[in-house]
């Protein structure tokens, strides 16, 4: 059913920080509608690579197209692409001293300058799409980890995105305010949001994922259909560190 | 006696209360319209930028406001070809002066906000620009308003060496009714206790803005 063309193309990523070669050439096609989960030890690159997409860490080298429009190299031009490239943090970055709403319709204002009236209407309906209209007047302080996620959720698909980034989206949270936000994500990836997530909710990746990829050191390593990852002998080092997972989580 | 020659003598020091509040208001105007600007180029400047603004800093705090004023006076301005009345020259010095400390309170306010908030902000598609001025700016000059409302009642009591160069401020004034008058006391605890009015009253204003711009769980006055 999906869309046979690519919406987003990373070719090649290399990114070092130092003499730390954090992505060692990465390679991705994303198809229209899919989600793509990103599981794999911690420093192996992949909040890095999500980073790389948007150029909020410019790669040293390698390509992004996104519509077949190459990102990187892009000059001011990013500053469109990064508007179709929604992006939720673990930390959630809320502007702290605008209330909920207000956190959604900023740049709606400052960079699609829309009326106030069409941004407030446009803000409304996102926060409602995630449950959080009732807290629009609410300022960041006074919301809970779960409620700030999903406000943050909101603000990115009011800018309409193309495809969401989502870095470590609930490794911030309680497994309580977890499950608000994998939800919220859930219904997002149902509804044929392109979603790309580095997590470590397991559970989330199996049922939500159309792909899974596993990286380590840099590179992906296997990636596949949660299925096939967790079923094909193929697979083994992802296996390993799906069981380690499981280990502690029991 | 000392009384009645209070009252007489009363517009005319009321005259230097309007100077002295004059120098103080212009002074904070240039210190902030200067200072702001130096606080955003010390943080996001290039090296030769910062360098020149930390020698600025360096150059108007290292001297005593009087030496600046006499320098200004009687060295650069002339130098400069420039003729400016006193009033001026006290005004554009203690601007300056006050420009040095308020560029510090504002980098420190700037800087204390998370670089996720830059980061957040350029993810929505907002230029640096942008993001400086909807996101940095109000964030940091709640931060910096606790600060910053110390320049008030320093200036004000700063404001006084204008007397050195003839400025017809509160201070000046006073001491030409004590010279007319030979009551001096009086006088001068009348001066003082103008002084501490004008620093209680601006004080307090300023406490109401803080106030009012308040944001809950936000800031040193939040919750």
Redesign the interface.
């Known amino acids: 059913m999906t869309d046979t063309t690519y919406i987003l193309r990373i070719e090649n990523i290399k990114k070092a920080f130092g003499k730390n070669e954090v992505l060692k050439g990465v390679s991705l096609d994303v198809r229209k509608g899919e989600t793509i989960c990103f599981i794999g030890p911690s420093g192996t690159g992949k909040s890095t690579l999500l980073r790389c997409i948007n150029q909020l860490t410019i790669p040293d080298s390698g390509k992004i197209f996104l519509n077949d429009e190459e990102v990187t190299h892009a000059g001011p031009r990013i500053n469109y692409f990064r508007q179709k490239i929604g992006m939720v943090f673990q930390n959630f970055f809320l502007f702290d001293h605008l209330t909920a709403v207000r956190n959604v319709e900023i740049a709606l204002l400052k960079v699609k300058k829309m009326n106030p009236k069409e941004a407030r209407e446009k803000a409304m309906f996102e926060l409602k799409q995630v449950g959080m209209a009732d807290w629009a007047d609410h300022y960041p302080a006074e919301l809970s980890g779960g409620q700030a996620q999903r406000v943050s959720i909101a603000r990115a698909l009011a800018m309409d995105p193309d495809i969401m980034l989502f870095d470590e989206p609930t490794s911030a949270l309680d497994p309580e305010l977890t499950r608000e936000v994998l939800e919220v994500m859930k219904k997002l990836a149902l509804e044929g949001m392109t979603m790309l997530v580095v997590t470590h909710e397991m559970g989330f990746a199996c049922s939500v994922a159309n792909k899974i990829c596993f990286m380590e050191h840099g590179h992906i390593k296997e990636q596949g259909t949660p299925a096939e990852l967790l079923n094909n002998p193929e697979f083994e080092r992802c296996k390993a560190f799906i069981g380690e997972f499981r280990e502690y989580s029991q | 006696m000392a009384l009645s020659i209070l009252i007489d003598w009363f517009p005319y020091l009321f005259s230097g209360i309007v100077l002295t509040l004059g120098l103080v208001a212009s002074a904070l105007i240039i210190g902030a319209g200067v200072g702001l600007p130096l606080a955003l180029g010390q943080v996001y400047g290039s090296l030769p930028v910062r360098s020149a603004i930390a020698t600025f800093v360096w150059f108007f705090r290292g001297l005593p406001v009087l030496v600046l004023l006499f320098l200004f006076y009687f060295g650069i301005f002339p130098a400069l070809g420039l003729d400016l009345p006193a009033f001026y020259v006290g005004a554009v010095v203690l601007g300056l002066w006050g420009a040095a400390y308020q560029s510090q309170v504002f980098r420190g306010a700037i800087q204390s906000i998370?670089e996720?908030?830059m980061?957040?902000?350029?993810?929505?598609?907002?230029?640096r620009f942008?993001a400086i001025k909807?996101?940095i700016l109000?964030?940091a000059m709640?931060i910096a308003l606790p600060g910053w409302s110390n320049q008030y009642p320093e200036i004000l009591t700063e404001s006084s060496v204008c007397y050195a160069i003839g400025v017809a401020e509160l201070l000046t004034r006073s001491s030409q009714i004590v010279s007319q008058t030979y009551v001096t006391m009086p006088i001068y605890l009348a001066c003082a206790v103008i002084f501490i009015l004008l620093s209680y009253a601006g004080t307090s204003c300023i406490h109401m803005v803080e106030k009012k711009i308040a944001?809950?769980?936000?800031g040193p006055g939040?919750s």
């Open positions: 998370s996720g908030q980061i957040a902000a350029r993810s929505l598609g907002m230029s942008q909807s996101i109000p964030q709640r944001i809950p769980g936000f939040g």
